[in-house]
Structure formats: C-alpha cells, structure tokens
C-alpha cells in the first residue's frame, strides 16, 4: 500500500469513528504501530488529524483543507459523478485534471481503463498515476500550495499554454450561473483558468453541495462549460440557471 493510500484509509476510518487508536490502526492497516505513528504525527502536522495520546481524532473543520482529509467527504456521491464523467471522456483522449478528491476519482477510473494522456497539476493525482504504466502523465510546474497540493502560479499556466487537452475536468469549490466556477485561492484560479482555455471540452465535477455557491476567485464564467455533472442533492433552482446557461447537465441519485 503506498503511503497516500495509507493516510486515506486512516483519514476515512478516523472521520467515520470520530477517533481511533495506534493498535486498531495497525490491524487495519497490516502495518507495524510505528508506521501509523508516523502516519499520524504527519497528518497532525497537515492539520488533517489530531494526534492524541495513543491516536487520533477527527480534527476541526477548514474550507481548505488537504485532498486526503476531503477524500472521505461525501465519497458515495463523488464516485457516482465520476463515473459519470468518464463515461464522457473517448478512449485515448488528452485529459487535463485539476486538483479535488472528486477529480482525483475521476484519474482513479481513467487509469483502470486504459491507455491515455493526463495532464495535471495536482500532486495527489500524480502519485496515484504514477504506477500505470498506460498512463502518459504530464504534471505541470509551480508554486506548491500545501493546503491543496497542487502546483499553481505562471510556470504553471505558461506550461498548460503549450499544452492541447481533448477534454479537461475541473474540480470547484462553487459553481452558480451568475458567477460561474470559483475557488479559494486566486492562483489557484489562474491556473484553473489556463485548464479551461487548453481544453477543447469542458466538464465541471461537483457534488450537489457546491452547485449555486459562490467563492472568494472566479476560475471561469458558466457559458465556459460544456457539461456539468453533479448529484441529486443540487438545489433544484441553482442547476436551471446554470442550464439556462448553456451548460448540459447531468444530475447522478445520492447512493
């Protein structure tokens, strides 16, 4: 198990119970109480846990917050979008993929398929990817953000400038027909900006909870997408306006 996968299946089995011990880690894990640990001395440090005596509890809320701690945030719904999604992506394409736990389900699901091109600036999707030796993986330069993980500023977007992508998935923390897609950060924006103008298709991932919300940095107005993919529990008025919009719209059941 590498060791991304390792903090997942912890950061998923804490937020679940509330909180967990060294022991109960250890044999969830197959791995040695050193290990875990380890583990969760690092997670602590991240602000994804916190580190008790003998464990670890779920730690406190942030808008930001690292793609290990957000994996396990409403997963049923962000798989069923990705399927979604995929099911949209030609075999063989050029796919660009922007960070997010939702994003990242999506390259799990390319990989499994087969041979393709990713090119991402997310450094969780990049490690996942790494192993698939089908996978053409193109990772973009810059500015590591910590609470993200992903590579974001002007090396970024000069490098997707040279890049073509057949399809590109981007990952929001809101998306409204009035304000269009928008994030937290405003680098991270720009970069996300340069993702939509390499892509020759568009399509927004986002679970029901981010549709008609708005954040602090505008990645891209609504008319720039072509298809967004969310789940039922989307309010019902937010997705007609973004329909009306011009965005195709597929709403997949709250598993």
């Not at 949209?88 to 997010?100: D, E, F």
């Not at 994003?103 to 087969?114: D, F, I, K, S």
């Not at 990645?219 to 072509?226: L, M, R």
Request: with cysteine; hydrophobic share 40%.
């Amino acid at each position: 198990m590498l060791r991304t996968e390792r903090h997942s299946r912890i950061v998923e089995h804490v937020v679940a119970q509330g909180g967990a011990n060294v022991v109960e880690l250890s044999d969830l894990l197959h791995v040695s109480p050193a290990t875990v640990r380890r583990d969760l001395q690092y997670l602590d440090d991240q602000r994804v846990l916190r580190r008790t005596h003998g464990g670890a509890v779920a730690g406190e809320e942030y808008d930001e917050t690292p793609p290990v701690r957000r994996a396990g945030r409403a997963r049923a719904q962000k798989r069923a979008i990705a399927e979604a999604a995929v099911e949209l992506i030609p075999r063989g394409a050029v796919v660009g993929l922007t960070g997010g736990t939702t994003t990242a389900e999506v390259a799990r699901l390319l990989a499994e398929r087969g041979p393709l091109t990713i090119v991402t600036n997310a450094l969780d999707i990049a490690a996942q990817l790494v192993p698939h030796t089908e996978v053409s993986l193109v990772v973009v330069g810059g500015h590591a953000r910590s609470r993200t993980w992903e590579l974001v500023g002007p090396a970024a977007e000069k490098a997707l400038a040279e890049y073509h992508t057949d399809v590109t998935v981007l990952g929001v923390d809101g998306v409204s027909a009035a304000h269009g897609c928008t994030t937290h950060d405003q680098l991270e924006a720009s970069t996300n900006r340069a993702f939509v103008t390499s892509g020759e298709t568009v399509l927004v991932v986002a679970d029901g909870s981010k549709v008609g919300r708005a954040t602090f940095a505008r990645i891209c107005p609504a008319g720039d997408v072509d298809h967004l993919i969310t789940d039922e529990g989307a309010r019902g008025g937010g997705l007609d306006a973004i329909a009306a919009a011009g965005v195709h719209v597929t709403t997949v059941p709250v598993p």
